[in-house]
T-cell receptor, first 114, second 114 residues
């Protein structure tokens, strides 16, 4: 059973608008969450992370929100740009001081339409 | 970019043959990981290492073994390749940067088992 779920396989957004990518998890022991972006034929690239002690983390156009009670997190991209078109992976870890296992979701393919 | 390379980048092999993939890092990170990426599954953890000679299993470890005799090298071996192991394999390294844990991925190895 998947511990990290991304229920939207794909998402299309107009350039300049907000992109919201969602992620749900089932393991209440997860306490650190990461988002990655992946272009075809390349390795994933780390985007942004959030610890369970926070409910929001912002880095430029990217903001991640964490709702621990709902076991839900989301990545907001504002404004969306054509170069943001990629597959986005949500990932989670259950370790506070070490990161033995980082579990990934299946990914959401984002298309930003010019 | 993090100094992480994978070799070979592409390989075609026959069912039943042994295959070894190599991951090399120049960042001196403690954690190293092997993932496979398949459509609909995202990235699934095969094995990981938390130090020299310290390794453990991930989600999909059956049919794979690993070794880490030096900090910089993490080897993934398919003892007897099967068609179900056709996939793209990514190596990753993990470490702290400014108090934040990050994970960096290599460019991937596309393996085809015929």
């Amino acid at each position: 059973d998947q511990q990290v779920k991304q229920n939207s396989p794909s998402l299309s957004v107009q350039e300049g608008r907000i992109s919201i990518l969602n992620c749900d998890y089932t393991n209440s022991m997860f306490d650190y969450f990461l988002w990655y972006k992946k272009y075809p034929a390349e390795g994933p690239t780390f985007l942004i992370s959030i610890s369970s002690i926070k409910d929001k983390n912002e880095d430029g156009r990217f903001t991640v929100f964490l709702n621990k009670s709902a076991k839900h997190l989301s990545l907001h991209i504002v404004p969306s740009q054509p170069g943001d078109s990629a597959v986005y992976f949500c990932a989670a870890s259950a370790s506070k001081t070490s990161y033995d296992k980082v579990i990934f979701g299946p990914g959401t393919s984002l298309s930003v339409i010019p | 970019d993090a100094g992480i390379t994978q070799s070979p980048r592409h390989k075609v092999t026959e069912t039943g043959t042994p295959v070894t993939l190599r991951c090399h890092q120049t960042e001196n990170h403690r954690y190293m990981y092997w993932y496979r990426q398949d459509p609909g599954h995202g990235l699934r953890l095969i094995h990981y290492s938390y130090g020299v000679k310290d390794t453990d299993k991930g989600e999909v470890s059956d049919g794979y073994s690993v070794s880490r005799s030096k900090t910089e090298d993490f080897l993934l071996t398919l003892e007897s390749a099967t068609s179900s192991q056709t996939s793209v394999y990514f190596c990753a390294i993990g470490g702290q940067s400014g108090g934040v844990y990050e994970q960096y991925f290599g460019p991937g190895t596309r393996l085809t088992v015929t």
